[in-house]
C-alpha cells in the first residue's frame, strides 16, 4: 500500500499567493515523522519543513507552514508569499517509528509560479 | 558545514558495463543512505549505512548492486552489468542519528544514463 499520496500532480501559483500542496500518510506506527522536501529542476531535495507525530503544534519555517491533521492523517504544506524561486517539485516524505531510518516519499507536486 | 556531494554528476555508459558512484557525507554525520530516483517519482530507497555497517537493504538492490562505506566516511554504490532500466538519478543522503527528528540532507544526485 501506498504509505505518502500526494494527489495534486502540478500546480500553478500566482506569485506573492499562497499555496496549498496535499499529502495524506498511512501507518500504523504511533512513532513517525513527517518531512517536505523541495527539489527545484536541478535536482538537488532541499528539506523544508519537518513534523513529528506527537508534536502538539503545527511546524512552521519562515514562508513554510505545515497543516498537520493526525485523525485524517494529512500533513499538508502551505507555502505562503510565493515567490518565483519556489517552482520546483515539492515531496512529502515519512519515517515509521524510532528504529527504522528510512524515508518513504510521495509521488511529489510541480509547483510552478507566475509572475 | 559543506554539504554532501556526489561525483560523478552524470553518467552515460553502454549496457552491460560497470559503474561506479562516490558520496561524501556532511561531516560527523553517521548515517549515510541511498535513494534511486526514476523520471515523474519520488526517490526509493535503497540501502543505508550507520558508520560502516550497512544496515538495511531494499528488495529493489538486486545483487547487480553493491554499497560500501568503509572507515564510515564515504560511501560508494557499484552497478555491475548495467541494464537500461538502471537510468536513474542516484541521491545520496546523510543525518546525524539522533532521534526520531533525525533530517536527512541530500546531494546533487548522480544521473545515469544506460544506452
Known amino acids: 500500500a501506498q504509505k505518502i499520496t500526494q494527489t495534486q500532480p502540478g500546480m500553478f501559483v500566482q506569485e506573492k499567493e499562497a499555496v496549498t500542496l496535499d499529502c495524506t500518510y498511512d501507518?500504523?506506527?504511533?512513532?513517525?515523522?513527517l518531512f517536505w522536501y523541495k527539489q527545484p529542476s536541478s535536482g538537488e531535495m532541499i528539506f523544508l519543513i519537518y513534523q513529528g507525530s506527537y508534536d502538539q503544534q503545527n511546524a512552521t519555517e519562515g514562508r513554510y507552514s505545515l497543516n498537520f491533521q493526525k485523525a485524517r492523517k494529512s500533513a499538508n504544506l502551505v507555502i505562503s508569499a510565493s515567490q518565483l524561486g519556489d517552482s520546483a517539485m515539492y515531496f512529502c516524505?515519512?519515517?515509521?517509528?524510532?528504529?527504522?531510518?528510512?524515508?518513504?516519499f510521495g509521488a511529489g507536486t510541480t509547483v510552478t509560479v507566475r509572475a | 558545514d559543506t554539504g554532501v556531494s556526489q561525483d560523478p554528476r552524470h553518467k552515460i555508459t553502454k549496457r552491460g558495463q560497470n559503474v561506479t558512484f562516490r558520496c561524501d557525507p556532511i561531516s560527523e554525520h553517521n548515517r549515510l543512505y541511498w535513494y534511486r530516483q526514476t523520471l515523474g517519482q519520488g526517490p526509493e530507497f535503497l540501502t543505508y549505512?550507520?558508520?560502516?555497517?550497512?544496515?538495511?537493504k531494499s528488495r529493489l538492490l538486486s545483487d547487480r548492486f553493491s554499497a560500501e562505506r568503509p572507515k564510515g566516511s564515504f560511501s560508494t554504490l557499484e552497478i555491475q552489468r548495467t541494464e537500461q532500466g538502471d537510468s536513474a538519478m542516484y541521491l545520496c543522503a546523510s543525518s546525524r542519528g539522533q532521534g526520531i527528528a533525525d533530517t536527512q540532507y541530500f546531494g546533487p544526485g548522480t544521473r545515469l544514463t544506460v544506452l
Open positions: 516524505a515519512m519515517r515509521e517509528g524510532i528504529d527504522d531510518y528510512k524515508l518513504s
Open positions: 501507518t500504523s506506527d504511533p512513532s513517525y515523522g
Open positions: 549505512f550507520q558508520n560502516e555497517a550497512q544496515l538495511e
